[in-house]
Structures are given as C-alpha cells and as structure tokens.
C-alpha cells in the first residue's frame, strides 16, 4: 500500500478500473516509478455494440472506470481516498460533487458532505450529507431537495434512504411537479405531504403514507395510504374519484379501482352513488393475445328509485380470434359482439355513463369465417334489441338465425385476374325472423337463399378505362306463412348489365400566381336491369344507398338483397382536380353526376312511388384546401324540378396552429318533406387569454402553449327547423403548467320536450392524478382534432440533464 497526498494546481484525477484506482492527471508522468511499482494493469480495449445501451449489465458495469476530481486528494489506493475542494467523482451512470467526498475502496462505498449534489442518470439530488455503497446503490441522503427527470416531479425530505437502484424512501416529505424557481423557498400550487413516501423507479409508482393533498395551501385529498404514478405505466390501486352532477341521476360519486392483472391483461371496477338512483356497479375486463383479444363490460343498479325500484342493468362483450397452427385448416376466425340492457329507458337515463349502452338498436352477434385458397366461407347469427320509444318509435330490423355465406373468387380472375378479367360467386342462405310486437303485422319471417355470379373485363390505359360487366341475381324465399299473392315460395333470376368507362386528363396549369397539374375526369355509367315484380317481398336486410357522389354510379340504388330496381339508366359524371405539382397534395377537387333514366324505375321500396322522371337530382361536392390552415367542403342534391336543394351540407375548417381549431357545418335535408330538417353545427378549441398566446406563439411538445393560459373549448349543434339547441357540450380550460383546470357543460337532447344537463369539473395534477369529472372523454367525442393539453411524448433522455 501507499499512501500519498497531491496538491495540484490543476486538480488531481483519479481513476478506478477493475476494481483499481490509478492516477489520470498529469502528474502521472512524474510518479512513473509508482505506477511501475504496482502491478500492470490489463490493457483497456473497446466493446463492440450493435445498441447505444442507457445501463450496463452487472458484468459490465463492474468493469466500467470511475473517476476522481479534486483540489486535493490524501488516501490509500487500495483502501482509503479523501478528495477535498471541488470534489467530483464520475462513472458511466451517474455524477457526484461535493465539498468532500471519503471513498472506501474494499465496500466501494463514498461519503460526502457539504453541498452536495448527484446526478443519476437525469435525476438530481442536492443535501447536505450523503452515504452510498456504489455497487448496490444502497445509502441514504440527508435534507435532500429532488427532481425526477421522467415525469417532471420536485420534493424536498429530511432523508432519503436509497433502498436499491430503483427503491428510495422519503421520509417527512414533499412532492409535486410544479417547477421549482431558482434559489429560496417556494410554496408550489399544489404538493403531496406525507410522512414517509417509496418512490420505485421500475414500477414507475409512488406510494405515500400519511399523505395530504394541497392545491392553493387548502388541504382537497388527506389518505393515510395513497398511490400515484410517476410516469403513464399501468398500475394497479384505487384511481382517482370522479364526481358528475346530472338533471337525471343527480350527483353521481365514482371511484374506479385498476387491477393490473397481466401485462396482457387488466379490469377496472367503477362503483358509482347517484344521489337520485342509489348504486350502480360497474366494471370492465380487457384482454389481449397473440390469437385473440376482446372486452367484457357489465353494469348493474339494484332497484332504482327513479324507475319504480326495478333492476337496471348492461351487459357487453366484444372478441375477436384467430385460429392458426393447425395445418391444412385455412384461416379461420371468431367474432363476437354481445350487447344487452334491462330495459328501454336506458338509453335515456344513461346517456354518457362509462359503462352504459346508450344506443337504441343493440346487437348480439357470432360469426364463423374460414378462407382458404379461392373460398371464404362464414356462418353466424345476429340478434336485435330495439329500444323504443313511444314519442319516437323505430322499426326494429330482422334477426338473422342464422346465416351462412360462401364467396368464390377463382384465382385467375382475382384482383384483375387473367388480362383484365374479374369473376367472383356469392352464395348465402339466411332466416330472418322478427318480434312482431316491434314490427308492422304484415311483415313475415321466411328463409332466403342467394346466389350473386359476376364477371367483368377492365381495359385501362394512362388516360382511359372501360368496364363491362354481366352480374346473375337469383334468389328464392320460404315464407312462414301465405303472402298477399296467395304464395308461400317465390323465386327471381334477375340480370343486369353495366358500362363503366372514362378519361383522365391533366394539364399544367397556374393559378393565383401558384402552379399546379389540373386533372379532367369524365366518367359514363350505363346500366340496365330486368324487371320482376317483387313488391309482396318483405324487405328484410334493403334499404336505400345515400344519394351521393359515390352511389350514384352503382346499377342498383338499393343495399341489400329484396330489392333489385329494374334500372334501365345512364349517369354522367365528371372530376377536376387541382394537384401540388411536387408533393401531389389536392388543393381542390371538384365533382358533378347526374343520372338520366331511360325508363320507369318499377321497383320501389314499400311506400315509395314508381320512379318516372327522366333527370334524377344533380350532385355536386367539392373539396378546398388553399392553404394548411383553411379547409372547405361541401355537397349539394339539387331538383331540377322543383328549383331548389333537396339536401346540403356545407362544411369548413380553420386551424392557424396547435391549440387553434374551429369548425362549422350547415346541413338541410328536405328528402322527406314531414322530417325536413335544417341545423348548424360548430366546434372550436381556442385560446382566449392569459399566458402570451398569439396566433404565432408555437406549441411546447406535449406542453401545449405555455402557462398560465386559458382556452374556449365546445361543440354548438342548433335545429333550425324546432328552434332549440339539440346538443351542448361548452366549456374553459386552464393551463397552469403543473396543474390544469377543466370545467365543460354538457347537455343532450333526449327527446323533444326534455334534455339531460351535467356539469363536468376537474383539477388535473400534471404527473401525478386528476380530480373531479371526466369531461376530456367527452371533449374528444364531441370536438373533432381536439389536442389535449398533455400530449404523449417519448420519454426524455437523460442526456437533457447531462453534466
């Protein structure tokens, strides 16, 4: 052993490799006879890595050199060294400075005092006394003041005591996210006290003990156990309660509970005290595998008081599974959909519940689908549950129990097959049955077998294609009973022959002083059709397509099977486009069809009239993006006949940057003269004042537009036609940088006379919970691109507080 002591001017720099300290200064070259009085060390050689790694294995953290800095060094190489004056010791994952820092080489253990400070790995401690065994990072720190890079979270402890190198444990205790200024005391908005608090770094949680909850120094949450994350990662534990206050059910007090089951794997439970209903047990189970993966999702309220005590209850279960691994099997899958509620109010006293269903037509399904080769084959059944409504009745669909279906599609006709040409068969037999208390009483269940054959051919050039078509329609039915025309079998054979060519055209073009590529697309569709007469045929799963740009070049104007129209029509159309010559981006797109009828249209569905102008409604739909901030739309169906628009929908889009957002939409519908309807539709998110926010002030990532900002944020949709408001969602939020704000009113239209009003509230604390109500889920059904103001991001890099 030696003992020296150095005092350099330049400092002195010990290194320690192996488990040996050596001297790294200059003075090195003057003691060249100790270091040749020690043994030779094994020469230092680069490791190759295919990854940039953030920590080192145990092999190779034990190889990795520690370094010394200092004004003054007095010790024992292989036993004690003292480093006084600027003191610094530096290894791959972490830097300590100190007044004086003491290191026991045989335990590796360092001891520091005065003003100390450690940076591991981006987190930083500063106190006035510090114990740490390196290896094992075991020790403990005393008065120390903290910050967590991962999440952002500040505090201050009389001691730390480092468990391991995930584990520390503070005792009497501070902890927010608020930033902390330099220098002095501060009192953040809000911060956790507690008596002890673990922080784990792995588990990315924080569990206090004797914990309170202060926002503004006014005490809002006390628990004597308490649990947070220090980052986004699952955990499981009690989350925060959220509160609702609903015209309908009155205050509503939730408090959900996560359990972490698997990383695959997770429920939640959310029992709920309405103040006006009594209890409501709710839960959700997700799952997920490589095969399969789904969601079950249950509610239930023991004798509710606002429906005369009776039983309230939801149920729903959503799977999807992939069968593999048997050979010669094909693909085969699974899908399930089950959705059911205890009665027909439900929909009504549970419009936005997180568990509730609150769609009035709910469906049970089960499909069986298998491909292999040419064929995919599927077998299933499906079920309704139509809640009605005496105010607003609706016509419950068919059941289909069951059905199976067959596609063959050769593969020397697939996907252009053999130069050009296309043929696909589908086959499906089907038995359709109804509740009759839902449904008109001349309505008949029967069984319907199909069979579709179409083959087309398709010539296509650079600026030309052609398209036809010969489509076979059979079908034949099994009524359970006698129909009108005396008959319980009926069958069709029904062909129909299609046209489907046009031209694409471009030119260079300018305009406004910008140069683009406009295109010319001129399109002809020519149909005919037999007739057959099948008006006594109940409508089972057709219904009219949506009279639009797209639908209007298709031969049948019906979805489904019951009804195929005996069209004998030509429709003309066309398309111009403006193109950004470099990155093809459409600027502007213009549209226009209309369809001219060669003869009477015959088949209609029930209550619908024969067909017999010559001119259908003229289309026309536009698309207008000058600029990324502004964006227009719209599509007009206008009758010739009667010289004025059967519907419109105008919609536009401004959104300068992040953050900025409005919308609005005008919509009229006039194709049913005794449901005609007018309505006007926005919705914005905008910031309003507070904070430095202007129309150039950029978004910090993730971090919104700085402190103390407000914004309006809303959704306004108003019935011109009855003149009220039919849905409300308008609300502020607050960003305070470690805390934000949200207050949002929420109304819904339930039926003419009556609507459902709540007022949703919440504090969130940044990085560590949120109180109050719900209204950010609400805020992304109703406001589209709406940005939260917290953002995901990666994760930040330690390198952010390198030193």
Known sequence: MLSVLFAAGGGLRWCRVSGRWVLAAGALATLSTLAQADEALPPLALQPSERLQERLSPAAAEQAPQFLFGDAVQGQADAQTVVQGHAELRRHDL???????????????????????????????EGTELRLQLDTFEGHFVQPRFSWLKNGGHGQAERVDFLDEHRAVAHQTQYTTCERPPGGDWLPDWVVTADRIEFDTAQDTGTATGAVLRFKDVPVLAAPWLSFPLSDKRKSGVLPPTLNLDTQSGLEVTLPYYLNLAPNMDATLFP??????????????????PSFNGRVRGAFMPSDPAREHTDRWSQAWQHQQVFNGVPGLGTLGLRLNHNRVSDDDYWRDFPRSNTALTERLLPSEATLH????????????????????ADAPIT???????????????????LGGVDGWEATLQTEAT???????LRAANDVDGTRTLAVAEISKHWHTPGAYLKPALQLHARHYAFSQTLAN?????????????????????????????DFVQTLEPRVLYARTGYR?????????????????????TPNPYGGHDRIADTHAVTLGATTRLLHPVTGAEVLSLGVAQRVRLDDQRVVLPGEAVVSERLSDLLWGGRVQWTPQWAFNGTVQYNPKQNESVRTTLGMRYQPGPYRLFNAAYRLNRSTPEAESQQWDFSWQWPVGGGAANAATPAVRGQGLGPRQWYSVGRLNYSATDNQVVDLVAGFEYDADCWIGRVVLDRL????????????FQLEFVGFSRLGSNPLQTLKDNVPRYQYLREDTNPPSRFERYE
């Not at 419950?396 to 063959?408: E, F, G, M, N, W």
């Not at 038995?431 to 208390?437: E, L, N, T």
């Open 95 to 125: 830097v300590l400075r100190a007044d004086q820092l003491t290191h026991d080489t045989p335990s590796n253990t360092v001891t520091a005092t005065g003003q100390v400070r450690i940076n591991r790995q981006g987190d930083v401690y």
């Open 272 to 289: 709920t005290v309405m103040s006006k209903r009594g209890i409501d047990l709710g839960a959700e189970l997700r799952y997920l595998e």
């Open 370 to 389: 298998w491909g292999q080769g040419d064929w995919q084959v599927s077998a299933g059944a499906q079920r309704w549950q139509t809640l009605q409504d």
């Open 396 to 414: 419950a669909p068919y059941d289909r129990v069951p059905s199976l279906a067959a596609r063959y599609t050769p593969a020397a006709f697939a």
């Open 431 to 437: 038995h359709f049955s109804a509740d009759r208390a």
């Open 486 to 514: 005396g008959t319980r079998h009926q069958s069709y054979a029904i062909p129909t022959l299609s046209l489907d060519g046009g031209l694409m055209l471009e030119r260079d073009t300018r305009l406004a002083g910008q």
């Open 533 to 553: 007469d099948q008006s006594f045929v109940p409508t089972y799963d057709t219904a009219a397509y949506d009279f639009n740009l797209a639908t209007v070049f």
């Open 749 to 760: 239209q339930r039926s003419t006379g009556s609507a459902n009003q709540r007022i949703l």
